[in-house]
């Protein structure tokens, strides 16, 4: 109830006419709902900038401190630098509910990583834990109702913030991929010291951080033993621009590819020419005749055709790589969640479990997709914020053209992936955030752990 008064009032001084710009910054919700006011802080950069504090958070990660240490400093680290941070949000997933019960809830509450631990079972002495790694721009948010999902099962969630993220964009700009890989390392050492088994998650970069992580064969056998599988959210293969390798150059001369009004609290608009850059060296880094061992861990991997971020190609090149290799005992779990024509999977193994979901079970939001995003995979469709329901609309794609307003306002949004093809035929389309086939994938991401642990 004092939430929806809140967001009651944030509205109402909306349709006030008030003409001081604080006026509409009232939460992470009504900041969704002023066309005006987002096309001046994209103008402006108001949120694009990280704040800066006389003295800055540290975390060592080569000291390999407690898990507990680290989730203290990003929060810390967030309310000194995300110009959004204290900003309310009357947002309520359920692992917001887990870790704050009714508690007014603040940007930084949402964002920040956390660790949701799973009740304890007598029936089920092993500690199982999973950690998930978001991609780039995004937050731990994006992986509120995945988190869900393994609590329900009894398995313990911690999330890792990758370096330049969760505060503003410009933290991206000096960014390097080796700091994403050294608090990669420091994040799955921690899971392998405190858990008896353990799940490694990521989505796009995340994926791509763990594929390097187990490919430089680091880990003692008893520790991969541990490793019971590998699951991986439109892992960032090889991107779908062909000219991605110039983004290093091009961040020479110029700070942002893309500059929006950052309104999104749980991920970036604004896209620096260096993010582009990191990742496509990262992704160097994971190329099939690049990864010299694969471990004998199972694999859980959900793509889709349209996707425009990440070359799906590339991706079940890696899968078959990854499948293939060595003589893994493990090979016959590997699963593979499709969003696409059967005709793309003509060439991998038979003997990968493939998924292709067609049935879309909700009937007020089925009709209006076209297409898998790359943004869609890891969010349900009752999501507050990215599903169907919620205040936020992806349209950045459209920025400083007539059909932006269009995409954000209209009454009857289509959904779904920016490809050439929806585009010509939708111009006013919202990029698709919520997956309309979630129930199906995390029926099928409880098979997986069922005959995995």
């Not at 899971?191 to 799940?199: A, K, Q, R, S």
């Not at 062909?242 to 001369?253: D, I, K, L, T, V």
């Not at 471990?295 to 890696?318: C, G, K, Y």
């Amino acid at each position: 109830m004092k939430n929806t008064l809140f967001v009651g009032f944030a509205l109402l001084l909306l349709s006030s006419g008030e003409s001081h710009a604080q006026a509409y910054i009232v939460d992470c919700v009504s900041l969704n709902t002023n066309m005006k006011h987002i096309e001046s802080l994209a103008d402006s950069g108001q949120y694009r900038q990280t704040l800066e504090p006389e003295k800055k958070p540290f975390f060592d990660y080569s000291k390999q401190g407690p898990f507990s240490d680290y989730l203290e400093y990003e929060r810390n680290r967030i309310l000194a630098e995300n110009p959004k941070g204290r900003l309310p949000c009357p947002i309520a997933t359920s692992v917001s509910t887990h870790l704050y019960d009714d508690k007014s809830l603040q940007v930084v509450d949402l964002i920040s990583p956390f660790q949701l631990n799973a009740p304890k079972n007598k029936s089920e002495p092993t500690h199982r834990g999973v950690l998930l790694i978001h991609g780039l721009t995004d937050s731990p948010y994006l992986f509120h109702d995945l988190a869900e999902q393994f609590f329900q099962q009894g398995i313990t969630v911690r999330t890792l913030l990758l370096p330049g993220h969760g505060t503003a964009p410009s933290a991206l700009v000096d960014v390097s991929q080796q700091q994403w890989r050294i608090a990669t390392r420091y994040a799955v050492a921690a899971m392998l010291e405190d858990f008896d088994t353990v799940y490694l998650g990521g989505f796009s970069t995340g994926g791509a951080l763990l594929i390097d992580y187990l490919n430089q064969h680091d880990l003692t056998v008893a520790e991969e033993a541990k490793i019971k599988g590998l699951m991986l959210w439109s892992p960032a293969s090889r991107a779908k621009s062909s000219m991605a390798w110039a983004a290093q150059y091009m961040a020479w001369f110029k700070d942002y590819m893309e500059s929006s009004g950052d309104i999104d609290f749980a991920k970036y608009e604004s896209f620096p020419f260096n993010a582009a850059a990191q990742v496509h060296n990262l992704m160097q880094r994971i190329q099939p005749e690049k990864l010299t061992y694969v471990p004998d861990i199972p694999l859980f991997l959900v793509a889709a055709q349209a996707d425009q971020t990440i070359d799906t190609q590339s991706t079940l090149s890696l899968l078959t790589h990854w499948h293939l290799s060595g003589a893994r005992k493990s090979k016959e779990q590997d699963t593979l969640i499709y969003y696409g024509e059967n005709a793309w999977l003509k060439s991998l193994s038979r003997s990968i479990t493939v998924y292709n979901p067609t049935e879309c079970r909700g009937d007020d939001y089925c009709g209006s997709i076209k297409g898998i995003s790359h943004t869609a995979t890891t969010n349900a469709p009752t999501n507050p914020h990215y599903g169907w329901g919620g205040a936020y609309r992806n349209c950045e794609h459209l920025m400083g053209t007539d059909n932006y307003r269009v995409c954000k306002q209209t009454d009857t949004p289509i959904l779904g992936e920016t490809t050439v093809e929806t585009l010509h035929d939708t111009p006013q389309l919202q990029r698709l955030t919520f997956n309309p086939y979630f129930e199906q994938m995390t029926d099928a991401l409880t098979q997986f752990i069922k005959i995995t642990q």
